[in-house]
């Protein structure tokens, strides 16, 4: 709506006060040492970083009480210094963290590194023009703190032990607005232009769940409990669609192609294609796209090879 | 699994050239917390979709299933045993076929299904099994299932308030366990009508005031019972048999538990869902210490766990599914301890509940001593037993009770 003038702007901010005090008040940061003012000015800025400039009082206060702000205040205090903030989140963070790592490492030694590093950049080692920065400044209160902190060590995890390459937290990258791109110096096989058309189309139709199950599954070689328990599903669920979702797609693109004027045997030819080339192309993306260890070749082996069903 | 024709997947492969900017950590989280809106769930999806490394970082945050592991005896944990009123129903058939167990044989004798238990303390003198039976029944005075003619069915939960301990005693002291394992493993091959299966109360050491409450769920699942018809026939084969091998521990049990009241082991601890707990203390507690080996076939373990918005959730197909239960009013829970069927959580603002019977009803208990009370947030529940607990709160106060939460002591 961008029929809001200064006006309604200044009586937005009227209207929201009282939520803001509301919010202040269940976020305890009277006790952490984190003042109205500063928790106002931590509310906007998030509201800023994820609602268009359009956003409505509506849609600001939503925002708002969608918060943790509980959680907020205590990761804000702490990147500030109070030292009773630290406390309790010590206390209640401080083993969790070496869970985690070992949740998510599944190595002691490299779980032990892993919550070691979060917590040194919790606490703020790096410098920005001499001022201690606590990566807890950059919480914002959208999901639990425990999540958060579950995939920020997951994030440098992936960062350090999996790409293997130079490490620039998302952070730097969202900040610097860099838009995210796959290296990919495959040379591309080449497939009938009408094919590759229709699967793209076929897929481009397909809610983003499905591609993200389809993708977990048939590029990650992840399981159907991974899968499940990421989207908080039952694993028959997953199961059942990834079944059908191969069923489907295969049928979109034949009928697609059929469109184009070709036979419905020319059609499944076709999608059978180099089947050799292709399978090697493919794995050598899907190694590429992670670390050959942790999925060696005999997973995109195994599922290239599976008799359909 | 259906193959994914090769080219589907180089073209998903493909469309990670586009993926765009990766969500902030925030975003991540909230899309693992599940605490995301529609549209944005959906953006986030969209990149996940195109995005390797993402989801390689949401599929390792996505929490571990914590389990606060409570062992239950013999209950599938099959699909259709999920819902509460298919559980309930998985129950009253259970409860069912006791009874049937129990009645049939004397039903061929005698056409009146009452008799009266002069007669079957005389029968009883010559069966060793059946006469440790009647002494645990008449120790005990817990309520053995009333009897129902096929015909009753529909009125049968209704009536089944009705009756007396003293009916559901003579029931009990009639049955012969060695005949009434026979027909229950009958069942399978010629099985009775299930209509013909009254829903009866649960035979446990609860109060008449709390099997009628249960009852009541049980009329609502009436119809379900005929669904019931695989657990029930397992559990009914094993029950009686166990009766027989354990007679001695069927004579300590009631004493045991009727003294206290409390749920005294994992066997019985769900006894308000779970078949064993429905048949009898007696029955339940034979199973768990006598033959622990058929009660541990197709256990499931129900799981707890706090959710990241401090909501308790609980699964009962190890961890693939979660239920929220709901606790009372708004509360933020941060802790939870499970010993047996007896659940803690503690969290914001000194609120600490209990519930004795796995989450079906909950107590608040507002810890207090010499004059202070509990008001800080709880951020540690530990229990050892269901006397024993202790609280850790977030000023780090320590409130340790030993009396199940009777009164406290605090550092």
Redesign the interface.
Known sequence: MTSHGVQSVAEMALGLESAVLDLYSKSKGEQVGLTKDQFVVILKNISQKYLPATATQQDISDLYF?L?V?ELALARACAAGSERAWE?FM??YREKLYDIGS??AKESSAARELADSLYADLYGTSTREGQRVSKLA???????L???L??????E??NRY??GRKYVS??E??EE??????A?PEP??T?DSR??AA??E??AAL???D??I???Y???G?TL??I???L?????TI?RK??KL??S??KQ?LAALARTGMSRRQAQEA??VD?RD??V??RS??TQ??DVAAFPDKKAEA??G???? | MEQLPKLIRQRLQAAAKQGGRHPDPDLLAAFTDRALGKTERVQVLEHLARCGNCRDIVSLATPELEAGGIVTPALRSSGWLRGPILRWGGLAASVAVVTVAVTVPRLSRHSSPVSTTQSAQTDSITNAPQARMDEAADKLSVSAPATYRAAEVDSAAAQSKQAKFSDRKKDVSNAKPSRASKVAEGRSVSPMPQAAVPASPPLSAKSADEAQAQLKKEQASDMQVSVSNEVVAVEAKAAPAELEIAPGKAKDAPSRDAQTGLVRNDARALSPRTMAGAISPQFADATSTKNAESATRGRIVPRWTLSSDGTLQRSLDSGRTWATIPVAGNSVFRALAAVGADIWVGGSGGSLYRSMDAGEHWLQVKPASSGKVLTDDIIGVEFTDANHGKLTTADEQIWTTADAGQTWQTN
Do not use: C
């Open positions: 969608s943790r509980e309790i206390l209640r949740y998510i950059s919480y914002t209160g959208r999901g639990s425990g999540g958060w579950r995939t920020v060590m997951a994030q995890y992936v999996r790409r998302l952070d990258e969202s607005g860099a838009q995210f791109a796959a990919d591309v096989l497939v094919l590759e699967t793209d076929a897929l809610p983003a769940e591609r993200f389809l993708a977990s048939h590029l990650d992840r409990a991974e499940a328990r990421t908080g599903v039952h694993e028959s199961s990834v079944e191969a069923k797609l295969r693109i999608m059978e089947v292709l399978r192309n493919i993306r899907l796209e992670r599922s290239a599976e008799g359909s069903g």
